[in-house]
């Protein structure tokens, strides 16, 4: 992948660098130990450790979810998909430009999906049913309860638009890393009508590093 050939070419760029014998032009350079983010040779290693964080992104396998058939207060809200007894997609309501309720979409225990990951990416939602043809707003939450992402800023937002009712669609979603056992939270709003519902599964992708 590119991500992989950037990270060698940085690899082999770095000795080289720091070969040079002028003393002045080592102090703009670096030298192979700098981790000061002052020299070109902290730029190059601060983009190698960029370059090998987007490589594990794209090459992680995704676990997708649905409600959970049995939940368990905070702790257990959603199940891998094809769980027997889960209960298909989560759904929302939200009004006129008045936020839904805080839906919780996936607990402390839910992660890590997989043995020995400790850190997740809320990736992509499939949206499976939309009560209006319409544009909605939607909100995801990280942390202890809705209320609290909101205050600590850890939450992302997306504009969805349907031309059609229960439209199948695909949204990726931009947002932090997260340590396995955070909490999830969704919610919207429909502009245009009192009430709106969206029907939908998420998928996640974990690491350990």
């Known amino acids: 992948m590119a991500t992989s050939k950037l990270r060698e070419a940085l690899v082999e760029l770095l000795p080289a660098v720091n070969s040079a014998n002028n ?3 080592a102090d ?3 030298r192979k130990d700098d981790v000061s983010g002052g020299s070109i040779v902290a730029l190059i290693k601060a983009i190698a450790a960029l370059s090998c964080e987007i490589d594990e992104h794209f090459k992680s396998s995704a676990s997708w979810f649905e409600k959970a058939g049995t939940p368990d207060g905070e702790d257990h809200v959603a199940d891998r998909i094809g769980t027997v007894g889960g209960l ?4 929302i309501d939200g009004g006129d430009h008045t936020w839904g309720d805080w839906v919780q979409i996936l607990g402390a225990d839910d992660t890590p999906a997989r043995i ?11 949206m499976t049913g939309n009560e209006r043809d319409a544009d909605y707003f939607f909100q995801i939450g990280f942390g202890e309860s809705g209320a609290a992402a909101l205050a ?4 992302t937002e997306k504009a969805l638009t349907f031309s059609g009712l229960n439209e ?3 949204f990726s979603t931009q947002n932090n890393e997260h340590i ?3 909490k999830v939270w969704a919610r919207c709003s ?11 599964y998420f998928g996640l992708h974990e690491h350990n590093s």
Do not use: M, R
């Open 168 to 170: 199948e669609k695909w």
């Open 180 to 182: 396995a056992g955070t």
């Open 88 to 91: 298909g997609p989560f759904i």
């Open 28 to 30: 703009v350079i670096g």
């Open 190 to 200: 429909c502009p245009s009508t009192d009430t709106g519902t969206l029907d939908f």
């Open 152 to 155: 600590a800023g850890t939450y």
């Open 116 to 126: 020995g990951n400790t850190k997740f990416h809320f990736h992509e939602l499939q």
């Open 23 to 25: 003393a002045q032009l």
